[in-house]
């Protein structure tokens, strides 16, 4: 399966510009056989978080419109990140995906708010776990957010409901990319899954981004990333993979969840 990452400096509080940056990412890298297509983190403005009243979309109306003109155009299902959203009169940091055809296949809120970026300050934590979900093509996935990933406990609920793939939309901090690459490492490694990180870049004014999308197979070895700059990663998944790692050590068949405390 054909995955191509698109990694971007996020403009600060500037959705019209980071759509149109977004925009010219699929004209200049999007190919013809690619499957599926993945944003970071927050791309409608960024870490803005002061004036989400007048940035953040209501309900994914806007986000969600943009995505699904790209999923028709381009022919691609699309991780499409994490918005900052308010809905319910809440304010979320919200994920979701469409697929080929233009249907919204998921949403997550994203549950762990990082407080190195003042989330708590201005957002809602979601409510609910994150799901297994499925591509045009049948595959399963989830969707996952940056800070979720020092939680191993999130994740191993949908990669027991039979996941291939977590997608980690991110705005991960340079002065923390050892943790970025060791935890993606793990996660891949105690799942017996595919783990890819899907990272913003560049400096907004207030934070350096690592960059470093990354993905990593099912036995934690790294098959593809990028460095710190503007880019779009491509790469083909060998699903079957995921399979023979899981019948090679099978973790989930040896869980003892009435014994975790």
Known sequence: MKIQILQLPIVFGDTDKNEQQILHYFNTYIDDDTEVVALPEMWNNGYDLENLNATADKS????LAFIKNLALTYH???IAG???NIKDNQKYNTAFAVTRAGQLINTYDKVHLVPMLNEPQFLSAGQH????????????VTQLICYDLRFPEILRYPARQGANIAFYV???????VKHWHALLKARAIENNMYVIGINGCGFDGYTEY??????IDPNGETIASLDQHPNCLTVDVNLEKVEQQRQAIPVFDSIKVNLYK
Do not use: C, H, M, Y
Not at 131 to 139: H, I, R, V
Not at 170 to 176: D, E, G, I
Not at 210 to 215: L, T
């Open 210 to 215: 690592a960059g470093q999308s990354i993905v």
């Open 60 to 63: 994914l109306q806007r986000s």
């Open 129 to 140: 776990a994150a799901e297994a979900f499925k591509l045009s093509n049948g595959t399963l």
């Open 170 to 176: 991110a705005q991960w901090p340079t002065a923390r």
């Open 82 to 84: 994490s918005v900052s």
């Open 76 to 78: 691609v299902d699309i």
